[in-house]
Nanobody, 119 residues
Framework: QVQLVESGGGLVQAGGSLRLSCAAS????????MGWYRQAPGGRRALVAL???????HYVDSVKGRFTISRDNAKNTVYLQMNSPKPEDTAVYYC?????????????WGQGTQVTVSS
């Protein structure tokens, strides 16, 4: 079993900055892709950014140039640096990791952290 602990959410003014962190712990051979998703009120959970084990990144168009995803493999942690956030970025942010345990892959979700961007 793998546990994900998210931190760093809160209230931020538009144009400010915020960094989310998600630390993974538990039984795993390798962490593969790590990502951040978000869900706004009344909306569906959607991908924001992901980073592969080879440090290849992918971003949804609406956050390109403003958000940066990174990972620290020594700490089993993924980060989302949010620069110049906009009110439309307000949502609950969830981290997601795919881990390998021997030859099997598993998908895990964090508990979610609220990000509110004020105008």
């Amino acid at each position: 079993q793998v546990q994900l602990v998210e931190s760093g959410g809160g209230l931020v003014q538009a144009g400010g900055s915020l960094r989310l962190s998600c630390a993974a712990s538990g039984r795993m051979s390798k962490i593969n892709t790590m990502g951040w998703y978000r869900q706004a009120p009344g909306g569906r959970r959607a991908l924001v950014a992901l980073i592969t084990s080879g440090d290849i990144t992918h971003y949804v168009d609406s956050v390109k140039g403003r958000f940066t995803i990174s990972r620290d493999n020594a700490k089993n942690t993924v980060y989302l640096q949010m620069n110049s956030p906009k009110p439309e970025d307000t949502a609950v942010y969830y981290c997601n990791v795919e881990v390998s345990v021997i030859l099997t892959k598993y998908d895990y979700w964090g508990q979610g952290t609220q990000v509110t961007v004020s105008s």
